[in-house]
């Protein structure tokens, strides 16, 4: 019995210890990644102002990008230029040193900056890469708020609040705006890392307050179509299972089941992405008060 007790503890540790090794494996490179992201940050020149203010070299740079097609050429890594500016119904939004939209996308991680867009759709959504030791013209946009990250093929991906960046392969001339909402998680970034074209919250009430009323969107940043909900107590919402989004003057909670059952969460205000919430396509009923 003793025998088979030590065995069991010495199996037991030795798996610990490989769990133990595993994570701290994990760790490592984690940090590693980090840190390299973090030293080819350090060799980039970032210069204020535009590539053309800059006397950047011609036929460098975002000059040397093909509208829509992936970077290959290592003059076309030379620099980087992200503006503030508008195109189509955005506004702000960043562009870059052609005057192409720059996207991000929602299936990506700002903290830690990771891209998960490769292979295929790399081709659809070309990165916004950059050589080691390169340049990024900021035109409008801080110092502060870019990045960069090491993708997966061990290119550097520039980051706009943490955002890893991107064209889109259907904007053929400077402004397009083509790859707005496509999948519902495709979006321009803005000069600090938001969403380009999502709408400004309403100013909210006291974190605490009981909302009176909530609408729900079927899409995220409240797209349309919506449901109205409002009264006291519980109610079940008329198209269960479809909101990816909420508006809503105060705090709620919602419910993944109907007459308030289920799991449930509370909310405080607008939640423009029900997904960061795990709650996308989920509430079939909300409490009042």
């Known amino acids: 019995m003793i025998r088979n007790r030590l065995a069991v503890f010495a199996t037991t540790a030795a798996a610990a210890s490989l769990l133990l090794t595993a994570c701290n494996g994990a760790e ?30 011609p036929g460098t740079g975002d000059w040397a990008n093909s509208p829509g097609k992936v970077v290959t050429k290592p003059v076309a890594k030379k620099w980087v230029q992200l503006s503030a500016s508008s195109a189509g119904d955005l506004d702000p939004v960043v562009v870059n040193g052609s005057g192409f939209t720059l996207y991000r996308f929602d299936k990506d991680t700002a903290d830690p900056s990771k891209s998960n867009c490769n292979g295929e759709c790399a081709t659809t959504w ?21 990045g960069v990250v090491k993708r997966d093929d061990g290119n550097l991906q520039v980051t706009v609040g943490g955002w890893p960046v991107y064209r889109f392969s259907k904007d053929l001339k400077p402004g397009d705006t083509n790859g707005q909402g496509v999948g519902g998680t495709w979006f321009g970034v803005t000069p600090d890392g938001r969403k380009a074209g999502a709408p400004v919250a309403e100013e909210q009430p006291a974190p605490g307050s009981p909302a009176t009323s909530v609408t729900l969107s079927d899409e ?24 990816s989004s909420l508006q809503a003057s105060g705090t709620l ?31 079939s009923s909300v409490f009042f008060g």
Do not use: H, Y
Not at 126 to 141: E, L, N, R, S
Not at 223 to 237: F, K, M, Y
């Open 126 to 146: 070309p990165p916004v890469v950059v050589a080691p030791g390169g340049k990024i013209f900021i035109d409008g946009v801080k110092k502060s708020d870019v």
């Open 220 to 243: 995220p940043d409240f797209g349309d179509p919506s449901e109205g909900l409002a009264g006291a107590g519980c109610q079940n919402v008329g198209r269960d299972d479809l909101a």
């Open 28 to 57: 490592t490179a984690a940090s590693a990644a980090r840190d390299g992201a973090g030293a080819a940050l350090s060799s980039l020149n970032f210069d204020n102002g535009t590539a053309k203010e800059n006397n950047a070299t």
């Open 253 to 283: 909670k919602i419910w993944s089941e109907k007459d308030c059952e289920g799991a449930s969460k509370v909310v405080d205000g607008n939640v423009n992405d029900l997904a960061a919430i795990d709650f996308d396509n989920r509430i």
